[in-house]
């Protein structure tokens, strides 16, 4: 598979599942990704949040994509970004009407200071399946 086929696998099925460390006890949810493309896997949550403490404290991470009979594994770190236009892209998408009541109950100042993004890039991918159950692991770099 390419790293084309495996961005659009991952961005047709958005909910992905993320494997945290924190003080050596595994902690893994689903959370719904922003998008993956050639700049990296993206995805937002909220500074108060567990999930935001550990990748903060330890980025590496391993997120799962099921994606039909596939599924979309990527290991690497991820990486905090500070950058508002990303964020105003993010607020702004379609997919993401349910933050706008948010903002505007806080006002942009404290939203965003809320709203923490995060990016892994160079990740490691591999895809699964049952009829490669047995095969050893070929992975792609994102």
Same mark, same amino acid.
């Given at each position: ?5 495996? #961005? ?5 099925? /958005? ?19 922003? @998008?993956? !493309? ?19 404290? !330890? /980025? ?16 690497? @770190? ?18 993401? @009407? #349910? ?8 006002? !942009?100042?404290? #939203? ?24 050893? @692991? ?5």
């Amino acid at each position: 598979m390419t790293k084309e086929e495996l #961005f659009k696998m991952m961005n047709e099925h /958005p909910v992905m599942y993320v494997a945290t460390n924190a003080n050596g006890q595994p902690h893994v949810r689903a959370i719904l990704m922003f @998008k993956a !493309d050639a700049d990296g896997i993206v995805f937002h949550t909220g500074v108060t949040k567990d999930l935001y403490r550990q990748l903060v404290a !330890d /980025p590496r991470s391993e997120v799962c994509f099921a994606c039909g009979k596939y599924q979309v594994r990527v290991e690497g @770190k991820f990486e905090l970004v500070e950058d508002m236009a990303l964020k105003e892209e993010i607020v702004n998408h379609p997919s993401r @009407k #349910f933050l706008q009541p948010w903002r505007e109950q806080q006002g !942009d100042e404290a #939203f965003f200071g809320f709203l923490q993004v995060f990016r892994m890039q160079h990740g490691k991918a591999h895809v699964w399946c049952m009829e490669d159950n047995f095969k050893p @692991k070929e992975y792609i770099e994102l």
